[in-house]
């Protein structure tokens, strides 16, 4: 299985990926039905296991839960890039369009009986082997109680998938935060779990820290992220609530724009959260 799982990778990927170690083991544990959880940096590969089942399963389905439509709509590209058939669910999604290889949603996507519910559980899967797979698991913890609260009853699923093995992806976890994914994903619960730490170590990404002021005035310093408004790169700036983005898209178009309507004093795509090619994503 080992040897499959490399050639049909090379294969898929055109020889542009060779699979390392941690990945055909995790992948592996996953197909043995064992829980797994990975600990690795931005950019080393954690979601490719994911999907590996797929490529030497003819009757597999990946369901991937993931935080933000950006990150789903990605996936859906690489996998698709990797001959994979992937469908990320929202709210204009038909149900015939769900029975795909790899089907992404957010955790509300899953639990919703509208949406993924029904077919999740329904017949029609009965002789598929399914893989629960939850990417950037850290917000279980962090967004849980406030951001999305149906974060929190992922570990919920486990009651209906009885036997599916389930995997959690993150890139830095402290060890309270790796022992809250584990409870609410109740990992190990059912079957043996698998930890797999890489640390977090990028060559080519740069850590930094700013202190802040603190309060509201905190949200006028990204502004300081930007010397040039003119030349902003693709940038992810992450935060813990719906509030905090809406006060720092409103310094940015002050501090950046001085307040005026973005459309229209700057190009199409400038601070416009609309359009796929943004500058600047919240």
């Known amino acids: 299985m ?16 060779s699979p390392h170690n941690w990945q055909l083991k995790i992948a592996l544990d996953m197909l043995a039905g064992h829980d797994t959880l990975m600990i690795a940096g931005t950019g080393s590969g954690k979601t490719l296991p994911f999907v590996m089942p797929a490529f030497v399963l003819e009757k597999a389905i990946i369901w991937i839960i993931a935080p933000l439509n ?7 590209k690489d996998f698709e890039s990797m001959g994979l058939s992937a469908v990320y669910v929202n709210q204009e999604t038909r149900w015939k369009e769900v029975k795909k ?14 949406k993924l519910h029904g077919f999740l559980f ?14 950037e698991a850290h917000v279980i913890q962090t967004w849980g109680g406030d951001f999305q609260v149906a974060y929190e009853r992922v570990g919920d ?4 998938l009885h036997g599916v093995p389930f995997s959690a992806a993150i890139a830095t976890v402290t060890e309270e935060i790796k022992n809250a994914i584990i409870t609410s994903l109740h990992l190990g619960a059912y079957q043996p779990l698998r930890i797999t730490n890489r640390g977090n170590f990028r060559p080519n990404i740069e ?26 790169k ?7 609530s719906v509030e905090q983005a809406k006060y720092i898209v409103d310094e940015l178009r002050q501090g950046l724009c001085g307040g005026r309507r973005v459309r229209e ?11 796929e090619e943004d500058e600047l994503l919240h």
């Open 234 to 240: 693709k940038t992810l700036i992450f935060v813990n």
């Open 101 to 114: 290889q790899v089907v992404i949603s957010s955790p509300e996507g899953f639990l919703d009986g509208d």
């Open 2 to 17: 080992r040897k499959r799982l490399i050639e049909e990778t090379l294969k898929r990927t055109k020889g542009e990926k």
């Open 207 to 232: 850590h930094s820290v700013h202190r802040m002021t603190g309060g509201a005035v905190s949200y006028q310093e990204f502004t300081h992220l930007f010397p040039d408004p003119t030349k902003i």
């Open 122 to 135: 329904s017949g029609e899967l009965a002789d598929y082997r399914h893989f629960v797979a939850v990417d």
């Open 265 to 275: 004093e700057k190009p199409d795509n400038f601070l416009d959260p609309k359009r």
């Open 70 to 76: 950006y990150i789903q709509g990605q996936q859906v």
């Open 157 to 160: 699923l486990r009651a209906a």
